[in-house]
């Protein structure tokens, strides 16, 4: 019910953006995140977008880089990467909830980020 899409190769520096299309229910209330896991490492959250308010979080990792954001009307959620590192490599996934806490429920696939020096 998750699609993530969006990922590819780019240089450091650039820019992506991911997008995370919704299907089967409507998910404008739902609590939106995007995660990555790196080979050998554990998924980390990224950002996080609330279905009430909108109101947002970042991982310091980054924040001031990245932006979340949603399109109700889509059913979409996007995540743009700027000043892109080639640590930010790594496949991201978008997950939601329907809870305002706690694990989130639906995942999508993963999409693959790498970031070339």
């Known amino acids: 019910q998750l699609q993530a899409s969006g990922g590819g190769l780019v240089q450091a520096g650039g820019s992506l953006r991911l997008t995370c299309a919704a299907s089967?229910?409507?998910?404008?209330?739902?609590?939106m995140a995007w995660f990555r896991q790196a080979p050998a490492k554990e998924r980390e959250l990224l950002a996080r977008?609330?279905?009430?308010?909108?109101?947002?979080y970042y991982a310091d990792s980054v924040k001031g880089r990245f932006t979340i954001s949603r399109d109700n009307a889509k059913n979409t959620v996007y995540l743009q990467m700027n000043s892109l590192k080639p640590e930010d490599t790594a496949v991201y996934y978008c997950?939601?909830?329907?809870?305002?806490?706690?694990?989130?429920?639906?995942w999508g696939q993963g999409t693959l980020v790498t970031v070339s020096s």
């Open positions: 997950a939601a909830s329907f809870l305002n806490y706690g694990n989130y429920h639906y």
């Open positions: 977008i609330r279905g009430s308010d909108s109101d947002t």
């Open positions: 089967g229910r409507t998910f404008s209330s739902a609590r």
